[in-house]
């Protein structure tokens, strides 16, 4: 078996293994790669490994970091969605763990495969690679054979009846169709990490990137011709689509819910596609208080405990890194 990495990766192989893999994800795409290369405060690496002209092993790790002093506690390589695996090539898993080990070491302060479908098969071997279980939940909700008036049944009574008012007061929601709708969506969502969430946020640079390129899907929640709320997401055609961020206006109107339609826009999209699969992108961990898992569970959604693999490279900057965002939201 050989390694290859980034551009040396045949395309077309790539493409296969993708098409083949029940763990596929718009996030392992050679353009989420190009995406993640194309703005500040991002970078991907793509990792193959490969026998007979078939890739049999692959990840796409985005290595994301905040500027300044910052980036040097913020280093973080993710794997969104896991690698992919051929099946019943268990010894390239092993090999591919072992190289983005070996190739980000330096480069990072930890690793991370943020599953979004079951990995348990293959959780023996991220742990004698020195990878760590995390136990995350994820919530889902099934969309394959169903319509949009069938998932909003299945949603909470007042979850559906707010969507309604929210429509019958005249809010609607669309795909992006201009940089200025682009902007204030990005204002809002700026603002609620800013002042509620106390959370790093990528540049507007990233968002620009997302609605121009695949596989990115950018949404906008409008009222009287005013942007209200939106939802920046990834699509896999054919599989699923991935909410990365959801905003809406607070307080702006008492009968309309911007969140909820900016959440809506993108199941009726994953409805009208044919996807199969949308995905919260995370419910917090096991156990744990997570402020918005409750909202995510009033949509219909099903609890997953995909959970997440961690091996840290650099166990002093990690901790001061974990120390420092837990000081930084008490401070706020």
């Known amino acids: 078996m050989t390694v290859l990495t980034d551009d040396l990766i045949p395309l077309d192989q790539w493409n296969q293994l993708l098409a083949d893999s029940r763990h596929s994800s718009p996030f392992q795409t050679q353009e989420f790669y190009s995406l993640c290369n194309s703005v500040p405060g991002f970078r991907a690496k793509a990792v193959a490994v ?4 078939c890739i049999l092993a692959l990840a796409v790790v985005a290595v994301q970091y905040e500027h300044g002093i910052k980036s040097l506690l913020t280093r973080r390589g993710i794997v969104y969605g896991g690698p992919l695996v051929k099946e019943g090539s268990e010894e390239a898993l092993d090999m591919l763990l ?3 080990y070996k190739l980000l070491r330096r480069s990072v302060i930890y690793l991370e495969s943020r599953n979004y479908t079951d990995y348990s098969a293959y959780g023996r071997h991220f742990i004698k690679n020195q990878w760590s279980f995390v136990p995350y939940l994820n919530l889902t909700i099934d969309i394959e054979g169903r319509t949009f008036t069938e998932i909003l049944s ?10 309604n008012m929210s429509l019958e007061r005249g809010a609607f929601y669309r795909e992006c169709k201009s940089e200025t709708e682009l902007k204030a969506v990005y204002d809002i969502l700026a603002d609620f990490y800013s002042d509620k969430l106390k959370l790093p946020l990528p540049g507007m640079k990233f968002f620009e990137a997302l609605w121009l390129n695949n ?12 942007v209200i709320g939106g939802s920046f997401c990834l699509a ?5 689509i991935y909410t990365m961020y959801y905003c809406g206006l607070r307080d702006y109107d008492r009968k ?6 900016a959440v809506c826009a993108a199941i009726d999209y994953a409805v009208t ?3 199969k699969v949308f995905d919260f992108m995370g419910a917090g961990l096991k156990d744990e208080e997570y402020g918005v898992r409750t909202y995510k569970q009033e949509f219909g959604s099903q609890m997953n405990e995909f959970g997440r693999y961690l091996r840290v490279t650099n166990h002093t900057l990690y901790f001061i890194g974990k120390t420092g965002l837990k000081l930084q939201r008490l401070g706020r």
């Open 154 to 163: 299945g949603m909470n009574y007042n979850r559906r009846r707010q969507i």
């Open 256 to 261: 309309i819910y911007p969140t909820h339609l």
């Open 98 to 100: 072992v190289e983005l």
């Open 236 to 240: 896999l055609p054919g599989r699923s």
């Open 50 to 53: 490969c026998d007979n002209e």
């Open 215 to 226: 596989p990115g899907k950018v949404f906008v929640v409008l009222h009287e011709e005013r």
């Open 273 to 275: 596609a044919g996807l």
